[in-house]
């Protein structure tokens, strides 16, 4: 299987970390790649016609892409049960889903300083995605403490540890951890993994 990917991107290393949680990285091959939505560069647009990564090669060719879906794959095929079961999985899928929209936000707001010229940058629609953000960051402190610090590790955890860092390499002027005492204590403790150590992003 092949694995179109950078380091740096932070929906990559939910892929990564998952794999190293559940002794998978060895059945993969990673193959660097980059771009933007103006300019696709290397991104593999015959396997993901979105032109984004993460992007899965199996064996047979067949792609499967976005981050939920490649982590809920490799799950199934280790049977690591990272989704839970019952009423869980749907409050574990929420809180993945809560990581990504950060990420998404986060990422535009990259997209915006860097690729759109800066004449056309639209400080309100940017102030407005750091709103989803804070918003998202407050509904984490303030209800989804518990799940985080479950016993066991989940597919929350993993999207929520691999978001939050990426706030820092991106928008660290912004503070996350101001007035968040719980989500901050919780990150510090799991950013001390072994699979997380080894998928810090390189800086730039
Ligand atoms: N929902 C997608 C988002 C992936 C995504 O936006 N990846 C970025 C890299 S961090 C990308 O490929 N950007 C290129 C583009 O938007 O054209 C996922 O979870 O995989």
Redesign the pocket.
Known sequence: MKLFS?P?????R?VLVLLRETGQLDDVEMEPVG???VD?GT?PRDLNP?????ALALDNGQPI????V?CRFFDARAKAGLYGSGDATWQLQTLEATA?GI??AA?LMV?EARVRPADKQFADWVEGQWRKINTALDALEASWIEPLTAEGLNIGQIAVACALPYLDLRHADRDWRKGRPNLTAWEAGFAKRDSMIATVPPAG
Do not use: C, Q
């Not at 892409?65 to 939920?68: E, L, P, V």
């Open positions: 950078s740096t991107s932070p929906y990559v939910k771009g933007t939505p696709p991104m979105l032109g984004k990564i993460p892409y976005d981050s939920r490649i990504d990420l998404d990422i997209y």
